[in-house]
């Protein structure tokens, strides 16, 4: 059995081996110095080529702006939502509070008139106490 170490080498060097010995370079689209450039038709072609690049690049940023700001004015319209949620919930919190006070104070007074009639059963004849 083969170690597992041993496994690992045998076939990172079995995959080396398969690369290619050259790499060819690649085209990366992006801003090249065009002042290099001897003939006017490969600097107007280097030009026009940087001119595409940034409006293509130009193009994506507005798009990817666009929908992050339509994901935020969604999400501001969602929280708006929810606010006017919450008002409408702690004013009938509110409305419910003020109500069971006035009950309490309307309670309150009644019970406190209803203690002197006791008290003074017999008022005097003559008006006074």
């Given at each position: 059995m083969i170690a597992p170490m041993?496994?690992?080498?045998?076939?990172?060097?079995?995959?080396?081996?398969?690369?290619?010995?050259?790499?060819?370079?690649?085209?990366?689209?992006?801003?090249?110095i065009c002042t290099?450039?001897?003939?006017?038709e490969r600097r107007t072609s280097c030009l026009q080529s940087n001119v595409?690049?940034?409006?293509?690049?130009?193009?994506?940023?507005?798009?990817?702006?666009?929908?992050?700001?339509?994901?935020a004015n969604r999400q501001i319209e969602a929280l708006k939502g929810a606010v006017i949620g919450l008002q409408k919930l702690v004013s009938e919190?509110?409305?419910?509070?003020k109500a069971a006070e006035d009950a309490k104070k309307a309670?309150?007074?009644?019970?406190?008139d209803a203690a002197p009639a006791t008290k003074d059963a017999a008022p005097a004849k003559d008006g006074t106490k």
């Open positions: 041993a496994r690992i080498t045998f076939v990172a060097f079995a995959l080396m081996a398969s690369w290619p010995a050259t790499v060819h370079a690649q085209d990366v689209p992006g801003i090249e290099v450039e001897k003939t006017m595409d690049f940034l409006q293509k690049t130009i193009t994506k940023l507005t798009t990817d702006h666009q929908q992050k700001i339509d994901a919190q509110a409305a419910q509070n309670a309150a007074p009644a019970a406190k």
